[in-house]
T-cell receptor
């Protein structure tokens, strides 16, 4: 069993829909939670970053972390065709004083937003 | 500001050969990490370097190796290539090497080197 589980989809929605993407994890040491977006033939780019539990909003994007349930979510409001990409959740296993280069990724969810 | 540059972008090798991939981090970034991305396994951590020292290593065989130079540029090498090594190899850089408090610890990825092993 992978430490981070993510439904690979694919997920296909009409423009303007609300999209919900989710990941579950098993390692209770995870404290840093990220969502990356990866367009075809590109590297992942950081979309959202959350430390510990709680919500974070940035424009049309909202990230939620529920550490008690080991569950994180990304919501996309008013989705656009330009949001079509693969969305990867990522987590950092260690806290203060640890190396940050090692992230644990979900397999990614492929999202298509059609006009 | 230039991003993370990886070369070559695409390459084809045959089984048994070896390959070297190069990564130039963002100017001023001293930490470089490498990941392997495949459809079946997703992104898997290979290794991480900071100031020419390997700080962390993932669960890959010894055929996978890397190094970092004094200018922070990094290379990774895969020897005795196998079909299963076909993947997108991603390099990421960061200005820091350690998680600090609740601040953002951002990894910036390059576009990757796509390796096909025949």
């Amino acid at each position: 069993q992978k430490e981070v589980e993510q439904d690979p989809g694919p997920l296909s929605v009409p423009e303007g829909a609300i999209v919900s993407l989710n990941c579950t994890y098993s390692n209770s040491a995870f404290q840093y939670f990220m969502w990356y977006r990866q367009y075809s033939r590109k590297g992942p780019e950081l979309l959202m970053y959350t430390y510990s539990s709680g919500n974070k909003e940035d424009g049309r994007f909202t990230a939620q972390v529920d550490k008690s349930s080991k569950y994180i979510s990304l919501f996309i409001r008013d989705s656009q065709p330009s949001d079509s990409a693969t969305y990867l959740c990522a987590m950092s296993a260690n806290g203060r004083g640890s190396t940050l280069g090692r992230l644990y990724f979900g397999r990614g969810t492929q999202l298509t937003v059609w006009p | 500001k230039a991003g993370v540059t990886q070369t070559p972008r695409y390459l084809i090798k045959t089984r048994g050969q070896q390959v070297t991939l190069s990564c130039s981090p963002i100017s001023g970034h001293r930490s470089v990490s490498w990941y392997q991305q495949t459809p079946g396994q997703g992104l898997q951590f290979l290794f991480e370097y900071f100031s020419e020292t390997q700080r962390n290593k993932g669960n890959f065989p010894g055929r996978f190796s890397g190094r970092q130079f004094s200018n922070s540029r990094s290379e990774m090498n895969v020897s005795t290539l196998e079909l299963g090594d076909s993947a997108l190899y991603l390099c990421a850089s960061s200005p820091r090497d350690r998680v600090e408090g609740s601040g953002a610890n951002v990894l910036t990825f390059g576009a990757g080197s796509r390796l096909t092993v025949l």
